[in-house]
């Protein structure tokens, strides 16, 4: 199950605190983020609900948040270990724009590549903001490069389930029954055998118009210089 992410707006949605209240703790780093999107905007595991309601409860028997602050760098609120462990974790998400904007493409692109099942966000804020870890720019260059190779969708899915499901049986080799992960590693080896042979085609395709390039761009130039040559004849002719 993937895991739920919180906007500022969605913290503030769920526990009653001051915007004002909510920006000191996390200057003071009484809270902290798990991550962001688009730049500047922060993300939150649902575990900042717990750690808000331990500092306010600290706040209602009379401590002010520089006090906190200092319990918190002294022996830790009880919460501090979660939140270390939250922040050695801390990753940058990208939102359907944003990672669109990364690719030079169309946002609806990024949501076609999903409805089909291409591509899968990481994750979703509580207000359905679709989130992607920055490894998907890599990944959605992939699937351009073999749109590019002439891969129909419908192919591009079929190598995409077999990537993920090999993910799957390294991370767990009972992730399929024996017979399952064998018929799978087979699909896995016949498509990069099937790469290989487009590749290839693809080098030789490269290499034929290269050289029909330069032959052309030389027949060009002598062209040009012809040309260069003529209108030089016709001014000194008109001089006379």
């Known amino acids: 199950m993937k895991e739920k992410i919180l906007t500022e707006k969605d913290v503030q949605g769920q526990v009653?605190?001051?915007?004002?209240?909510?920006?000191?703790?996390?200057?003071?780093?009484?809270?902290?983020?798990?991550?962001t999107a688009d730049g500047d905007v922060l993300l939150f595991n649902t575990d900042i609900i717990e750690r808000i309601k331990e500092v306010q409860q600290f706040i209602s028997m009379g401590y002010s948040l520089e006090e906190i602050e200092k319990i918190s760098k002294k022996i830790g609120l009880p919460s501090t270990k979660k939140i270390k462990e939250e922040e050695s974790k801390k990753v940058h998400y990208l939102t359907v724009g944003e990672l669109a904007n990364q690719l030079n493409i169309?946002?609806?692109?990024?949501?076609?590549?999903?409805?089909?099942?291409?591509?899968?966000?990481?994750?979703?804020?509580?207000?359905?903001?679709?989130?992607?870890?920055?490894?998907?720019?890599?990944?959605?260059?992939?699937?351009?490069?073999?749109?590019?190779?002439?891969?129909?969708?419908?192919?591009?899915?079929?190598?995409?389930?077999l990537f993920r499901d090999f993910l799957?049986?390294?991370?767990?080799?009972?992730?399929?029954?024996?017979?399952?992960?064998?018929?799978?590693?087979?699909?896995?080896?016949e498509r990069i055998n099937l790469f290989f042979d487009k590749m290839n085609q693809f080098k030789e395709g490269i290499n034929r118009w290269e050289e029909l390039l330069k032959k052309k761009?030389?027949?060009?130039?002598?062209f040009e210089n012809k040309l260069k040559q003529l209108e030089s004849l016709k001014k000194d002719k008109d001089k006379k």
Request: proline share 3%.
């Open 217 to 222: 761009e030389k027949e060009v130039r002598q």
């Open 106 to 161: 169309n946002a609806r692109t990024i949501k076609y590549w999903e409805e089909r099942g291409i591509i899968e966000p990481d994750t979703r804020s509580e207000g359905g903001f679709r989130l992607y870890a920055e490894h998907w720019i890599y990944l959605c260059n992939l699937i351009k490069d073999l749109q590019l190779f002439g891969f129909s969708l419908e192919e591009i899915k079929e190598i995409s389930d």
């Open 16 to 35: 009653a605190i001051k915007p004002e209240l909510f920006q000191e703790m996390l200057q003071r780093n009484l809270i902290r983020p798990k991550g």
């Open 168 to 189: 799957a049986i390294q991370q767990s080799i009972k992730a399929f029954s024996q017979k399952e992960t064998k018929m799978k590693i087979i699909k896995i080896k």
